[in-house]
């Protein structure tokens, strides 16, 4: 019997905060037995990767009373009733099945008449056949040239996850031969955004992807029409070089806009829709369909893992729950996702959305205003980047601001230079290992300036290299991070009701239907 | 007589301490008062911009105290000691003098035996020199093609400024006929960032600018090996394709690799350096050196704007000192930039840099430790993409976030659509200005889960257009800004001792010279 409980009800995070401060990184990181901890707090993900957590700031201890929580708050019942089809998104009355896109790890589930995990397999296969059809020049602009160009038509979850997986595969894809298509993206009703990216393709061989699942997103709609325009100014009809990404109830559905649709449904968020076909249509276009699935099976792996039980195997509780003891016993309100791979340049945008808009809440799932710190401001960029930016606040600032590293062995184009005794790889990897340990331990300096204080947490995750399958067991790790945080807090993850009041406003401002304050802002932008 | 008094001791600053909470802005900012604050909580700037602080939270007694707190920090004084060639970058026994790249705006400041507005300047005429050769085709490849492509290879402040400034004009200068060269980017050591740019340029119609003041920055030296090899096993002389920005003593100063060499000097810091000759060479070729000097207009202007001692018409010292409030006496850590435009979208990368690397630091000028907050984390999107991710939290979050708009009245292409009665660019603007008063004022609901509790203060920037000149007065506003905190804070915003530790260690791991937990994660990275 599931219990939804806040986490200030239950016992073991009582003891959980009788256990803050205690482990001291600076002294349990430095010699020796900073090695043993390096050997014993890491756990193997899926597709070969490992969390590696030993310099997070916590012990043998901390991570019991973890456990205790994680059965407490019946994280893997939970996790269970979820993918089992349970109305999980009570806010919305929706079940939550992201997974289901990617495999099947339960019960089958029906709803609305049918077996979802066939629904979308079978709007795969859709985007699939699509897709191969596109590359061998079956269907083509009216000219009949091929499509050389994919150009996405979304917004939030229709464009940060695609975009973000899209540049994590490009290199990879071009060294394994597999980039078909080239694919831009169309995202902010800014009209600057669409007229950039249309005046630098070859508009009479680009294929658009709008991608909206209610049919109704302003920014969307507002750029179909702009690239509509552009189409028939070029004296091309755009129902021949247009496919839509909806739900099936949605107006786009059966319009003969469009020269396909395909669909996802309401148990699918935004933010966890990299692997329906709002991810699977464009990501199948660029680089293939057998690429797009084995990034599918990479992500299932990752949810398989997730089921452990046991807290110590399962790396996405273990990452939710030590993030949890960060943010509500060490009282630390950001944290900082640092890859060290310049494919992913925009997977902390990615991740941005998913864990702040999921678990930025302050009521319950009930509506209860929660009396504890929920989600945490993510913000992040590419290593070693960011180590001749922002590095500096992270390792001198007057706050500390835990931080997750990602690195690869190997790097994904063939190329590389050895330069001083070493390559470019090596040197990327060097400096994440000396990160973590500059971070943990610091180092003492005559001169105050020069003094690093140390004890400031980080975990890694480590692979081999950012195949798609990699790609995918990533993508999931987060995604299974963050409902476990929710189910922890309490909260619903898969509603965002915070983005609702904008737009009403906005809507009102384009009515000139605002007196005070509105007004005035209003009259200062000349709307 | 300048005084370095660190925060604490001031008495503005104890009785700003008293003043804490007393500004709801659900109240102040609905009705008409909330329109007679956004006609009066408004400062002209630089280029047509407004500082608009309406839905900051403060009222006039609180603006009294900051004015008395700027008054007794001697900001205006220390801005003219700064300007005037004082070593105000006292760690590295420095000049700051990036304000000279763009303007003299004191006496004249003589070092190394040279004026140093003169040496800029001739810097700058020397980068337009070659620029307007290399536009004419009197400067080519050795078949003698033009020139169509510039890739910058530096990293930090020689990539996230130049990079963001690239980006924030791209349009406009498409629009006004002006793209000169296309401009690429490379930073990252990771070889695949290289290697992506190298496999999507025209190589043999490709100019390099490596970027680097000391002439040893690792991952500038291995990309430079990397771009050379591959310039000559395409069968081209590296010599040709090739120039250097840096100091007059670095080892690339004279050497016979480059076409030429522009310089630069130590008394501009790398997170102060687009209006120098970093930023200068590769804007200068991409968009000509006219826009290029328009862009150090709007810089000027602002540093002008910044010179006044008046609290209420100082936009930079008003955004500083307003930051300051929240950071020290609210008690926030965290500021959100949200440019309303898409050629803003790595501005708020390159302001990350900029605030958290000057001023993220708990020492103070003297190297004692400070006992307050200093410098927050800086993190952004443009809008209205954030709008579709991360602002759930900042509506709805437990944390609050205070936030950082910049709107425009006009976009930058002539491009837009009409659809539901308005234009694309009437939308951005209608939300921003939403989003403003939702976050201030919020919204009850009978539903806890649809209600907004407000009280989320946020300032904007108004202008007419992202134009060169807009652009940098935009830049200088938010180095003035910075530099005025890290006053108040008594830090030296000019040096980055906190990025050392790392080189250090990392140096350590490519020498294989490690043990203990170190020598484990070299090992798990297989270096």
């Known amino acids: 019997m599931i219990e939804w409980k806040n986490l200030d009800t239950l016992a073991a995070y009582e003891k959980l905060k009788s256990l803050n401060r205690r482990v001291k990184l600076q002294d349990c990181m430095a010699g020796e037995s900073g090695a043993e901890r390096v050997a014993k707090y890491s756990v193997p993900m899926a597709c070969g990767f490992a969390y590696n957590y030993a310099a997070k700031a916590v012990d043998d201890e901390i991570l019991d009373v973890l456990a205790e929580l994680a059965e407490e708050a019946q ?136 991608v909206s699942k209610s049919g109704t997103t302003l920014e969307t709609l507002t750029n179909e029409s702009f690239v509509k325009d552009a189409l028939r100014n070029a004296g091309l009809d755009p129902a021949k070089h247009m496919v839509a990404v909806t739900s099936e109830t949605s107006p786009l559905a059966k319009s003969s806009d469009y020269l396909a649709a395909f669909f996802m449904d309401d148990y699918i968020g935004g933010r966890y829709s990299s692997t329906s076909c ?24 990752a949810d398989l893992t997730a089921k452990e039980p046991e807290l110590r195997k399962n790396p996405a509780m273990l990452d939710a729950l030590i993030g949890l003891y960060e943010r509500n016993v060490l009282g630390l309100p950001v944290t900082a996702v640092l890859p060290y791979s310049q494919a992913l340049s925009r997977f902390p945008a990615h991740l941005q959305q998913l864990d702040m808009e999921s678990n930025g809440k302050s009521v319950n799932r009930f509506g209860e205003p929660v009396r504890y710190s929920t989600g945490p401001v993510i913000f992040g960029e590419p290593g070693t980047n960011g180590q001749h930016s922002f ?39 060097a400096n994440v290992a000396a990160q973590i340990m500059a971070f943990a331990c610091g180092k003492d300096d005559e001169n105050p300036n020069k003094s690093f204080a140390g004890g400031r947490p980080s975990s890694i995750i480590i692979g081999e290299q950012l195949t798609p399958e990699a790609l995918g067991a990533l993508l999931a790790h987060f995604e299974n991070k963050v409902m476990f945080q929710g189910f922890c807090w309490n909260l619903n993850s898969f509603d965002q009701e915070g983005v609702q009041l904008g737009k009403v406003l906005a809507k009102r401002v384009l009515a000139h239907e605002t007196d005070g304050a509105l007004k005035a802002y209003s009259e200062l932008l000349a709307i």
């Not at 992201?98 to 029906?110: D, M, S, W």
């Not at 079956?138 to 695609?162: C, M, R, Y």
């Not at 991810?279 to 299932?300: K, M, Q, Y």
């Not at 184009?413 to 470019?424: F, K």
């Open 391 to 429: 590095y500096q606040l992270l390792h001198q600032g007057t706050d500390i601001v835990p931080l997750q590293f990602v690195g690869f062995r190997k790097n994904q184009a063939g190329m590389d230079v050895e330069i001083q005794g070493s390559s470019s790889q090596q040197k990327l990897c």
């Open 278 to 301: 709002v991810g699977g249509v464009v990501l199948s276009l660029a680089f293939g369909p057998e690429i797009f699935a084995r990034f599918l099976d990479g992500a299932h792996a």
């Open 75 to 210: 994280l893997t019942e939970k996790y269970a009733a979820l993918y089992n089809g349970a109305m999980i998104n009570t806010g919305e009355k929706r079940l939550v099945l992201h997974q289901l896109t990617r495999g099947q790890l339960g019960e089958p589930v029906v709803a609305d008449g049918v077996d979802k995990r066939e629904f979308y397999v079978s709007q795969q296969k859709k985007a699939a056949d699509f897709a191969r059809k596109v590359h061998a020049g079956e269907i083509t602009n009216a000219a009949g040239e091929k499509f050389t160009t994919v150009v996405q038509i979304g917004i939030g979850g229709s464009d940060l996850g695609p975009r973000a997986m899209y540049l994590a595969l490009e290199n990879w894809a071009r060294q394994n031969g597999c980039c078909k298509l080239e694919a831009r993206f169309i995202s902010n009703v800014d009209p600057d955004d669409a007229a950039n990216v249309l005046k630098t393709i070859d508009l009479p061989r680009s294929l658009f992807v709008l």
